[in-house]
T-cell receptor, first 113, second 113 residues
């Protein structure tokens, strides 16, 4: 079991470029989440999904889009990157049981110049 | 924002001492969880306490919950250098039948050998 994996681990973008972050989980979890973590702050929820084909906005969704075409994958897209999106991005997943814990990926460190 | 707050923001102790960190939150919850994050890594679940529980133990960890004060504490006994990490509390937030977790800003714990 790989758990939750994220690709890539590091990325540097120029302002205005686009990219997609991939999150994959092999635990057959229904719920998946994208967070960003900035220095001195906790995790802030960007978008989440409660099942294949569904997505919903979190606390800080502006500038990001997501897709959940397959149950095991959750993609986070930046259409036109801005320096304010420099952050560490974490993906997480959890099952349907309540309450349940979230399992986190190792993170993607993104720098936008 | 329903974001919780941990206190203190940073804590430095000697190996063998106990470490106590606190979490305050703003709204009613169903459960509260504590996570640990080692530098440069994703978050790892430590312990979950339900709203109808007042205290819970797991190894060297002791968590208390006071729903009347909307606060929780995490005690790590006989700390070790390997406990050096950031610790976050997370509270659930019911949203249209799904569940999101709101993370606090974290306590950075440093255990000196």
């Amino acid at each position: 079991n790989a758990g939750v994996t994220q690709t890539p681990k590091f990325r540097v973008l120029k302002t205005g470029q686009s990219m997609t972050l991939l999150c994959a989980q092999d635990m057959n979890h229904e719920y998946m989440y994208w967070y960003r973590q900035d220095p001195g702050m906790g995790l802030r929820l960007i978008h989440y999904s409660v099942g294949e084909g569904t997505t919903a906005k979190g606390e800080v969704p502006d500038g990001y889009n997501v897709s959940r075409l397959k149950k095991q994958n959750f993609l986070l897209g930046l259409e036109s990157a801005a320096p304010s999106q420099t952050s560490v991005y974490f993906c997480a997943s959890r099952g349907l049981a309540f309450p349940d814990t979230q399992y986190f990926g190792p993170g993607t460190r993104l720098t936008v110049l | 924002s329903q974001q919780g707050e941990e206190d203190p923001q940073a804590l430095s102790i000697q190996e063998g001492e106990n470490a106590t960190m606190n979490c305050s939150y703003k709204t009613s919850i169903n459960n509260l969880q504590w996570y640990r994050q080692n530098s440069g890594r994703g978050l790892v679940h430590l312990i979950l306490i339900r709203s109808n529980e007042r205290e819970k133990h797991s190894g060297r960890l002791r968590v208390t919950l006071d729903t009347s004060k909307k606060s929780s504490s995490l005690l790590i006994t006989a700390s070790r250098a390997a406990d050096t990490a950031s610790y976050f509390c997370a509270t659930d937030a019911r949203d249209s039948g799904t569940y999101k977790y709101i993370f606090g800003t974290g306590t950075r714990l440093k255990v000196l050998a």
